[in-house]
């Protein structure tokens, strides 16, 4: 399963409102995560099963959809938010990644 | 807290060993499904290889199959990947993560900081 995500950069300044797509290239229920990836570390976990929270991610954070196409929103951008998002999906063999959107500083 | 801590990387010539060890700590390793994966700088990770919590049961990418080889040790905490007959394009930073679920195909959480592998003469 191919997961494209969208856009590649996205500019923005702290504040504003950051909306991340990911498109699998056919259905995988709510089978999807989201991790967070700054530079020099590994990724992070944020969402499992499209919209289910991970231990001490913050409320500003949103995950959403299904079947084929998923959101990741974060309301208000703080400036530790600027990194890379990653999707991942563990419907089918083998589990399968994004290849990322990062969110840069405008 | 819970902690994955990878070592074993380096550079090896093509077609060349290594062998990866992951410690872990802090949570019931003997419990959960562990992984290896891998990345590229720039790119998506991607899935290396899986494998039950007791070891009875593994899995690994077409890219790596016959040629890694992942296996645990619960008395020692400890998640190895032997890596034989390196290629090239196996130059990547490799992570050990824990499965979230108790199932085969999962989500990762935590992972290790990495390590990073170089193949190349």
């Known amino acids: 399963i191919v997961l494209t995500q969208s856009p590649a950069t996205l500019s923005l300044s702290p504040g504003e409102r950051a909306t991340l797509s990911c498109r699998a290239s056919q259905s995988i229920s709510n089978l999807l995560a989201w991790y967070q990836q700054k530079p020099g570390q590994a990724p992070r976990l944020l969402f499992y099963d499209a919209s289910n929270r991970a231990t001490g991610i913050p409320a500003r954070f949103s995950g959403s959809g299904s079947e084929t196409d998923f959101t990741l929103t974060i309301s208000s951008l703080e400036p530790e938010d600027f990194a890379v998002y990653f999707c991942?999906?563990?419907?089918?063999?083998?589990?399968?990644f994004g290849q990322g959107t990062k969110v840069e500083i405008k | 807290e819970v902690q994955l801590v990878e070592s074993g990387g380096g550079l090896v010539q093509p077609g060349g060993s290594l062998r990866l060890s992951c410690a872990g700590s802090?949570?019931?390793?003997?419990?959960?499904?562990m992984h290896w994966l891998r990345q590229v700088p720039g790119k998506g990770p991607e899935w290396v290889s899986r494998i039950r919590s007791d070891g009875t049961s593994t899995s690994s990418a077409d890219s790596v199959k016959g040629r890694f080889t992942i296996s645990r040790d619960n008395a020692k905490n400890t998640l190895y990947l032997q890596m034989n007959d390196l290629r090239v394009e196996d130059t990547a930073v490799y992570y050990c993560?824990?499965?979230?679920?108790?199932?085969?195909?999962?989500?990762?959480?935590?992972w290790g900081q990495g390590t990073l592998v170089t193949v190349s003469s």
């Open positions: 993560a824990r499965g979230l679920l108790p199932t085969a195909n999962n989500y990762f959480d935590p």
């Open positions: 991942q999906q563990r419907s089918s063999w083998p589990q399968t």
């Open positions: 802090g949570f019931a390793f003997s419990s959960y499904w």
